[in-house]
């Protein structure tokens, strides 16, 4: 007997939420998972115990998930990790077969879209998560900004500050560290995009050789004085002198405006082809 009162999941939020269940149990996404949170341990460990820690300086806890994602936590590992994590998309499982009887393919496109966003995401999340514990025991529990309180006490002049003035003068620590966070997720979301779109157009080689050589670029042509997408992708990157946040703003609607092309492009793609699922994520 039918139960009535039982309410059936939408179907974008059960492909999306079956596909986020698939990647985060299967073992390569948990050991790369895994290795983050090492890479994350690394970088806190270097960055507060050996750099600040030799200047004398002493961050305020609540700053830490702003100072290490300022540099993306090493943005050529992290990003380089999740490029592993993320190589099979768009997943195509068996059960969605029966799905797409229920709904349509643009439904099932959106659903690949907001898994691809979550993905990115929990990766974030994961990183801010391992700073907060990996720093708590070397910060101050204090409120605030500790350039503010240093340079009130006068043991710190402007330019010797650890995070920028334009940074304290404009966003409290919490609001600092999305400040720092959306141009690495803009970055990573737009190299998943790239894969996604290759895959549509029937080679994810393609995109991954593309998001491939975007990681390594900056190290196989690093006499080359050009900029690299991943300079693209932290906040130190976007301003290394610190002078205004114009190329911050500019970057940021440039991210928008190329993901919404890749979006629609793949929209008009997935019309002209035919899906096939198998228990395999193959594309």
């Known amino acids: 007997m ?29 050991l790369l998972l895994l290795f983050v949170v090492v890479l994350c341990f690394l970088e806190v460990n270097w960055t507060l115990h050996h750099v600040l820690f030799w200047e004398g300086i002493t961050l305020h806890w609540v700053e830490a998930p702003y100072k290490m994602l300022e540099y993306g936590v090493e943005i050529y590992m992290s990003s380089g990790l999740l490029f592993v994590m993320i190589s099979e998309i768009p997943r195509k499982h068996s059960y969605q077969n029966n799905m797409l009887i229920r709904s349509n393919r643009r439904q099932w496109l959106t659903a690949q879209i907001m898994y691809c966003i979550l993905m990115a995401v929990t990766v974030l999340l994961l990183l801010v998560v391992c700073v907060l514990v990996f720093s708590f025991a070397s910060t101050e529990h204090i409120a605030g900004w500790s350039d503010s309180a240093r340079m009130m006490d006068g043991s710190m002049l402007e330019k010797y500050g650890v995070v920028p003035q334009y940074v304290r003068e404009h966003y409290t620590p919490g609001t600092a560290i999305l400040y720092a966070a959306l141009p690495i997720f803009c970055f990573w979301f737009s190299m998943i995009m790239v894969i996604l779109l290759s895959s549509s157009l029937g080679s994810s080689f393609i995109g991954q050789l593309v998001c491939a050589f975007a990681l390594l670029a900056p190290y196989v042509l690093n006499y080359v004085d050009i900029p690299f997408p991943t300079q693209f992708a932290t906040v130190k990157g976007l301003n290394p002198d610190w002078n205004g946040p114009e190329l911050y703003r500019k970057t940021i609607c440039t991210y928008v405006v190329l993901n919404g092309a890749m979006i629609l492009a793949i929209y008009w793609r997935l019309k002209k082809t035919d899906l096939v699922f198998c228990k395999e994520n193959m594309i």
Not at 13 to 24: D, H, P, R, T
Request: charge should be positive; aromatic fraction near 4%; charged fraction near 20%.
């Open 2 to 30: 039918h139960n009535s009162g039982t309410r059936r999941r939408h179907p974008i939020v059960a492909m999306m939420s079956g596909n986020l269940e698939a990647w985060l149990r299967s073992p390569r996404t948990i």
